[in-house]
């Protein structure tokens, strides 16, 4: 059974950056596909990165790029997301997710095993 813990979340200021942490289980995360995703207040789930690293992709959203990064630690098990230059419309709830296949453009009905997500608030 694969199961995925969300971590890392916080207060940051605009501008600064924060580390979340996708520990997971169940399944080799470096022959898997993970994705992070976001709900803001009000707004619909979104895709934010997906990487497959077997294969060296990775994808972003165009809202995220070139400030966040994501990257798998195979001794660890776990997938980071990095958030750099953070602004205030980056306010959400973040969740990882896995898929058997690929990134689908980051779809959230593509990914099939969820975790519980963690909170990033920005804000002065």
């Known amino acids: 059974q694969v199961q995925l813990v969300e971590s890392g979340g916080g207060l940051a200021q605009p501008g600064g950056s924060l580390r979340l942490s996708c520990a997971v289980s169940?399944?080799?995360?470096?022959?898997?596909?993970i994705g992070w995703f976001r709900r803001g207040s009000g707004k619909e789930r979104e895709g934010v990165a997906c990487?497959?690293?077997?294969?060296?992709?990775?994808l972003y959203a165009d809202s995220v790029k070139g400030r966040f990064a994501i990257s798998v630690d195979s001794a660890s098990n776990t997938v980071y997301l990095d958030l750099n230059d953070l602004k205030p419309e980056d306010t959400a709830v973040y969740y990882c997710?896995?898929?058997?296949?690929?990134?689908?453009?980051?779809?959230?009905?593509?990914?099939?095993?969820w975790g519980w997500g963690t909170q990033v608030t920005v804000s002065l």
């Open positions: 997710a896995q898929n058997s296949g690929d990134c689908y453009g980051i779809r959230p009905s593509f990914f099939t095993a």
């Open positions: 169940g399944i080799r995360a470096d022959y898997s596909v």
């Open positions: 990487i497959e690293d077997r294969y060296g992709i990775t």
